[in-house]
């Protein structure tokens, strides 16, 4: 581009400026920051000096991070099949709707609840959970299962579940909206031709749908890689990572290394590894799905 | 993009930009208003910011600011209410962004360990100097034990405003009902559990998230327990002859006697010298004592609500207030906010109710005194640093704030506000509503606790750990042994921690320099 392309055009790139400005100042310099201090030792009010690897090192013998892994792995597994299978069940039943009216009224219903903000959902469901005065068990009384009543948010046992149990019935959201988004666009001649083969539905989906789909799950399952991996804000404020570690994961691990107990270095090298982490599983998902498809 | 559809001369980006950006800067600067930005300036060429989780002294707050710009219109004083939940984290961001920024009085009690680092100000001298408004010395206006209370390092750096304490609420009912009367001992109040049970209530409700074992009711049972477990082990961490915040007019002659709750009130207690006993093993948490101690709390969990672990503080407290709970352990504004409570219920809902002490423990294989109050200051302001004389400002307004005049206008703004009053003001001369008086009699005469545990020194890391196993154990999933392994090697990794904080050269006898 030449200068007197760059001036003629200057007024676009002023009004572009600032939101370079702001996504550097509080988006990109903080991630850098954080690269960098991941290999510093930095405490509340002190400056922060370099330590080589002994941030990482320290992680490798944390019992509590360790321990949180597990937590991390049934959460991510919960998390991607809740967005991968049920929204697609879901817009595969709006899609072939035969009133139009009647599709776009239920769409309308599935997806209004998005407007919602997210931590309202987590607080509401946990009142359902409380144990005392909580809908789920007085519901359960109601009708004869009170031997059924849990501290479900407190119980070792029920405390991840339920958890994972939030959102229920999980048909919402982004997922469902790329889906049928999907479903919409498919080529009407290959659906034309499949009805013409006699093809029924469960043939449709699994030699149509599903191939033609791969690109949305792909997306789909690398935001909900990165949203769950992230993700600590519903189990700070339902459970603080309790009972005991019953539902603590690294997230809240680095939060509270770096929030409570002031250890900013070490939560920095938290982060990165959190990074990294969410970085590969990105790529092998990207490079799985673009293999397949080519296989196709 | 197509070849002729790149925006041409007179278009949108080029003929209108400096119109579209006159039209669109004032918007750009309302949003910035409407995001809590501060309003333009009012004129005034000082400011000092009080930020208080104290809520129910808002109103009264707002009346004394109010008062004081009076006094000095030069003077711009903000009340900012923040929410108990996130306010530690809060104050942590802004005070160790830059001291400049953030607020001038907080709630001290929120974030300990401050001072030491060399954030907040040392208020001594100023206890010295002539309060303007009430033509006394400041320290005149105080309470002398408390202020003697919250010292650190032999500095005054905290003033405390009011006294907050626990005692067990019970549904007076529910007593009357079994034939009970309030117990005498620990374990009379358990064999009245015992029967409560099997009239079908919930002998006690408790809260038991993380929150309860850190700041709330699980944390009270095992710092009143631990305290009194420990009380022999008390001469062991005073200041000494030699150390460097001895002092003996109060040290000198201490002899211990477990059976006056306030024969160590004052007792300065060495850092050092506590840090220096768990690092050499002098004071173990997998000792006897504490496993009697341990034992004894998870015995009385037997008789909380079914999963308490998930119960938060709210969801406990609508046990007793809807008559499943016959009764709670519950800190002293409670007192105002179960009448406020019980006035807004059905008539047929509203129960009788009162308060007894925590009962003593009768039976056990060591000498163990009655327990003591684990309350303190419930409001407790402190100075962050910034220059003199700012300082001086502030000092100033919280001399204004301290007066008999003053503690009476909080307490009479939060009657009329249906607020809920912590406990009686710490500040002579006020008043208390007749009915507080009259319940917060179970909650005085009991001492303070002076040596207890959970986690080490309050530093946070140790707490979240103790939390962890303490969780584990009161819900029966590992042993008192396994438990007090597990808090014991807590203690030792949270030694280094601890010392680096504070700055402690593990020297009882100098004076460490704070703030490096």
């Known amino acids: 581009m030449t200068l007197r392309a760059l001036w003629r055009s200057r007024y676009s790139y002023l009004f572009l400026l600032p939101t370079f400005l702001f996504l550097g100042l509080f988006n990109y310099i903080p991630a850098f920051s954080g690269l960098y201090h991941a290999f510093t030792e930095w405490e509340t009010s002190s400056t922060a000096h370099l330590n080589g690897l002994e941030n990482f090192r320290r992680m490798a013998q944390d019992e509590f991070l360790r321990l949180s892994l597990a937590n991390q792995f049934w959460l991510l597994l919960a998390s991607l099949l809740k967005t991968l299978i049920v929204p697609l069940m879901v817009a595969e039943m709006l899609f072939h709707l035969r009133s139009s009216r009647l599709q776009q009224i239920l769409r309308t219903l599935f997806l209004t609840p998005m407007i919602v903000p997210g931590m309202v959902g987590v607080l509401l469901w946990g009142f359902i959970y409380d144990p005392n005065i909580g809908l789920l068990n007085n519901a359960l009384t109601a009708v004869g299962l009170g031997s059924w009543n849990r501290a479900w948010l407190g119980d070792w046992h029920t405390a991840l579940p339920a958890v994972i149990g939030i959102g229920f019935p999980w048909a919402g959201g982004l997922a469902l909206l790329l889906y049928l988004a999907g479903l919409m666009a498919l080529p009407v001649d290959l659906l034309a031709a499949s009805s013409v083969d006699g093809a029924t539905f469960w043939q449709r989906f699994w030699a149509i749908d599903i191939p033609l789909l791969r690109g949305q799950m792909k997306t789909i399952a690398v935001l909900t890689i990165i949203g769950t991996l992230q993700d600590f804000g519903s189990l700070l404020v339902l459970t603080g990572g309790g009972p005991g570690l019953a539902t603590h994961v690294p997230a809240l691990h680095m939060y509270f290394q770096a929030f409570r107990f002031g250890h900013y270095g070490y939560a920095s090298a938290i982060g990165f590894v959190l990074f990294l982490v969410t970085l590969t599983f990105t790529i092998a998902n990207m490079r799985f799905v673009t293999a397949n498809e080519e296989i196709a | ?516």
């Not at chain 2, 009915?435 to 707490?463: I, Y």
Request: proline share 6%.
């Open chain 2, 1 to 516: 993009m197509l070849p002729n559809s790149r925006p041409r001369k007179g278009h949108l980006f080029s003929g209108m930009p400096l119109k579209l950006l006159v039209i669109l800067l004032p918007l750009f600067v309302f949003m910035g208003d409407s995001q809590g930005q501060p309003p333009a300036s009012s004129g005034k060429r000082q400011q000092i910011t009080i930020a208080t989780v104290s809520s129910n002294y808002r109103e009264g707050l707002l009346k004394l600011a109010h008062e004081y710009e009076v006094l000095h219109p030069e003077v711009e004083v903000r009340v900012q209410v923040q929410p108990t939940n996130g306010y530690e984290t809060w104050l942590r961001t802004q005070i160790g962004a830059s001291s400049d920024t953030a607020p001038d009085i907080y709630n001290a009690n929120y974030a300990l360990g401050f001072y030491e680092r060399g954030l907040l100000v040392n208020l001594t001298p100023y206890l010295e100097q002539t309060n303007p408004y009430t033509h006394k010395t400041w320290k005149q206006n105080l309470d002398a034990q408390f202020l003697e209370k919250y010292k650190i390092g032999g500095d005054v750096a905290i003033i405390p405003l009011d006294f907050i304490e626990i005692a067990f609420f019970y549904n007076k009912d529910v007593f009357a009902k079994l034939g009970l009367q309030p117990p005498k001992t620990w374990e009379e109040m358990l064999s009245q559990a015992e029967r409560i049970r099997k009239a079908g209530y919930i002998p006690f409700a408790v809260p038991g998230d993380a929150d309860s074992y850190w700041s709330g009711t699980v944390g009270w049972i095992f710092r009143f327990f631990t305290d009194a477990y420990l009380r022999d082990t008390v001469p062991l961490v005073m200041s000494s002859p030699g150390d460097w915040d001895y002092n003996p007019r109060v040290n000198d002659g201490f002899h211990l006697d477990v059976t006056s709750p306030y024969n160590d009130a004052t007792l300065i207690m060495n850092p050092e010298r506590l840090i220096k006993a768990i690092r050499d093993k002098q004071i173990r948490m997998d000792s006897p004592r504490f496993h009697e101690a341990y034992t004894k709390i998870a015995e009385f969990a037997s008789y909380w609500q079914r999963g308490f672990n998930g119960t938060n503080a709210n969801s406990a407290y609508q046990l007793f207030l809807t008559r499943k709970a016959a009764m709670m352990l519950h800190a002293s504004p409670t007192i105002s906010q179960l009448e406020k409570d019980q006035s807004d219920l059905f008539k047929e809902d509203r129960f009788n109710w009162g308060v007894f002490s925590v009962p003593p423990l009768t039976q056990s294989q060591f000498h163990i005194p009655p327990f003591r109050g684990v309350g303190g200051a419930g409001a407790m302001w402190s100075v962050v640093k910034k220059n003199d004389a700012q300082t001086q400002l502030v000092a100033d307004f919280l001399m204004f704030t301290t007066t008999p005049h003053a503690a009476q206008t909080l307490v009479e703004e939060a009657v009329k506000a249906r607020q809920s009053i912590n406990g009686p003001l710490l500040i002579p001369g006020a008043k208390m509503p007749e009915t507080m008086a009259r319940h917060f009699n179970a909650f005085t005469n009991r001492g303070f606790e002076k040596l207890s545990f959970r986690g080490l020194a309050d530093e946070q890391e140790s707490v979240w750990k103790w939390t962890v196993w303490a969780q584990q154990y009161l819900d029966g999933r590992i042993t008192t042994d396994t438990c007090l392994q597990h808090y014991q090697e807590t203690m030792q990794e949270a030694v280094p921690r601890v010392v680096r904080q504070m700055n402690y050269d593990m020297n009882p006898r100098t004076r460490d320099k704070v703030g490096k």
